[in-house]
């Protein structure tokens, strides 16, 4: 019984590779992009830094170690 288990999870995913239907990951891919070629000198609406803004910070941070 696992076994048909398991061949029926692994011909999902290998129908989901060659019709190229990820669940999403590329629109999410894209916004992660988007959200990163933004200018970083720009502030939240609320007045304080946007979440994306320290971890562009961090990461600067990490390189210049």
């Not at 959200?35 to 910070?57: L, M």
Request: a positive charge.
């Amino acid at each position: 019984m696992l076994k048909w288990i398991a061949l029926i999870i692994v011909a999902v995913v290998i129908y989901m590779i060659a019709t190229g239907n990820m669940g999403g990951a590329r629109d999410a891919t894209q916004n992660y992009v988007d959200v990163r070629s933004q200018n970083t000198d720009e502030k939240a609406i609320q007045g304080r830094e946007a979440p994306i803004h320290k971890v562009i910070e961090y990461n600067q941070q990490q390189k210049n170690k």
